[in-house]
């Protein structure tokens, strides 16, 4: 299984969709601006999120991956 989170760049590979070319998370709480390299998503029975650091608001992703392809993105919550 390949992991690509939509803000992250990835090698081109035959077959799979390219990642977009955003370089942030954004806190629905904060509005901060978080790289997505400073903030590992997580998964537990409730989905997949990551913790702002700021406010410590757990944010939800969810996966828009295809096939065996996982690609995050965030949600408007």
């Known amino acids: 299984?390949?992991?690509?989170?939509?803000?992250?760049?990835?090698?081109?590979?035959?077959g799979f969709p390219q990642p977009r070319e955003t370089t942030m998370w954004k806190c629905i709480?904060?509005?901060?601006?978080i790289p997505y390299k400073?903030?590992?998503?997580?998964?537990?029975s409730f989905?997949?999120?990551?913790?702002?650091p700021r406010s410590e608001r757990r944010n939800n992703l969810i996966?828009?991956?295809k096939g065996n392809l996982i690609?995050?993105?965030?949600?408007s919550d």
């Open 38 to 44: 400073d903030v590992d998503p997580g998964i537990d």
């Open 47 to 52: 989905g997949i999120y990551f913790i702002c």
């Open 71 to 75: 690609e995050l993105a965030q949600t």
């Open 63 to 65: 996966n828009v991956g």
């Open 1 to 14: 299984m390949t992991y690509v989170e939509t803000t992250g760049r990835a090698p081109a590979m035959p």
């Open 29 to 33: 709480r904060c509005t901060v601006e």
